[in-house]
């Protein structure tokens, strides 16, 4: 049997979400069946209802194999960051193009989330030996070749909210791109996305599988049959704008996947500048209600 007092970034989960990241090593249909057995805890009393809420300060006991607690060691990675700006309970990144955000099946080392991770690490803010189920995580991702910025939660409670802003479009996102073609004044692309193994697709028609997209676009200069656009995401798919402005008829300069011509250097798109745009309470982040961050 294992004891575990449930801290500031555990709480307010349900107990089945906390147990698949402090078990990993236990098959989830084990859990929900350990939860049936009478195998968990929470303050002496038996817990069969993986949707119970935990508090801070609960004490969980689990009555299971010692084997399924096992979990990697956490490991720091080399980082170097481009941090516009960072308090208690977040931080906002420049992250270059050509760096993955997320370990992919591929196997990339060093993605942005590690070396956000190392920081918080050495900078003593991120104790890893501490945490049963939270690790500092990216509230946005950028497509590997996508510049620009990304929120990072170094808390639990932030985390959530920054989930709940972003989703609830709370958050603004505005993209600088530059496309083949000449576009002038501004306008609404909107479609249905469908995606494939490497590229998405966006047509006028809705089906089964396919999301429905939005975007806003606002034309900055062009030169030379290309153009420089403002876009901002009003929902946020894989590759959405690359995909939106290829089927408006204008991708992006250099980029080949989606129909472009091959340029030196690849497309050009960045996550330029985000709005906190807080329509409803933000809890702890409150404070950062009408704020701009722009490169």
Known sequence: MRSVTVNKNDCGQRLDKF???YLPGMPKSMLYKSLRKNCVKVNKKHIKDGAFKLCEGDVIDLYVREEFFAAPAFRAVPYKLDIVYEDENLLIINKPAGLVVHADDKGTKNTLIEQVQSYLYEQGSYRPEEEHSFAPALANRLDRNTSGLIIAA????????LNEKIKSREIKKFYTCIVE?????????????????????????????????????????????????????LTGRTHQIRAQLSQAGHPLAGDVKYGAKKTDGGYKLTSRRLVFDFKTDAGILSYLAGREFTL
């Open 181 to 233: 073609g000449k576009m002038e004044g501004s306008g609404e692309l909107c479609g249905f996305l469908t995606r494939g193994d490497k590229v998405v697709s966006v047509s006028d028609k809705n089906s089964a599988k396919a999301k429905a997209v939005r975007l806003k676009w606002r034309a900055l200069s062009h030169k030379d049959n290309r153009s420089v656009l403002e876009i901002e995401l």
């Open 19 to 21: 147990l698949s990241k």
């Open 154 to 161: 170094k808390n639990a409670e932030a985390l959530r909210v």
